[in-house]
Structures are given as C-alpha cells and as structure tokens.
C-alpha cells in the first residue's frame, strides 16, 4: 500500500504562485507513476500533470507553461509549482500515485488540499 499526503494548498491572489507538494510512504517502490489531479466545484476529476520514475513529464494544456511537476525520489515527495495562476485554478488537487505490484496495477489518492485563486 502506499499513502500520500498533500500539503501547500491556500489562498492566492491571480497571477501569484504556489507550490504543493506530496510525499510517499509505505511501498513507494510499486510507484509507476505520480501526478496531480484537480476537481473543481460541479466539475470532473482532471488530470493536472504526470511524471513517471525516469521523469518524463505530461502536462493538460491549460496549465503548459505555468506548471511544473517535479519529484525527488530521495525525499519520496512529489511537487507542483504553480505560476501565473488564474481564478480557473481553484479548486482541490489531489495527489495521485500508479502503481503496479505483479500484475496487479492500483491507484492510490490523497486527501487532497485546496487552492483558491481569488482576488
């Protein structure tokens, strides 16, 4: 199993920046992959951005250029820093990890952490 915690979400006035982080625990070496989702009141879950273990990355087109996901295996954290950031990207952003154990793959969330983009 593995739990994610999601920590760096608030409050931020647009065109200001955040960056959120999410750290691994537990069997972090069934880790695919890890991205950041995001669910905005009365909408779908989204994908955010992605990275894999070698570290490639993908991104939604709503936020290339503005978001950078990155990950420090080291440190077992995952993060995603947001700037240039815009009313459209409020909402909660949850930490995703893939993994594959065998031939059993399974997706594990976090709790997920706010952030409000408001003047």
């Known amino acids: 199993q593995v739990q994610l915690v999601e920590s760096g979400g608030g409050l931020v006035q647009p065109g200001g920046s955040l960056r959120l982080s999410c750290v691994a625990s537990?069997?972090?070496?069934?880790?695919?992959?890890m991205g950041w989702y995001r669910q905005a009141p009365g909408k779908q879950r989204e994908l955010v951005a992605t990275i894999t273990t070698s570290g490639s990355t993908n991104y939604a087109d709503s936020v290339k250029g503005r978001f950078t996901i990155s990950r420090d295996n080291a440190k077992r954290t995952m993060y995603l820093e947001m700037n240039s950031l815009k009313p459209g990207d409020t909402a909660v952003y949850y930490c995703?990890?893939?993994?594959?154990?065998?031939?059993?793959?399974?997706?594990?969330w976090g709790q997920g952490t706010q952030v409000t983009v408001s003047s």
């Open positions: 995703n990890a893939d993994t594959l154990v065998g031939p059993v793959s399974y997706d594990y």
């Open positions: 537990g069997s972090f070496f069934s880790i695919r992959a």
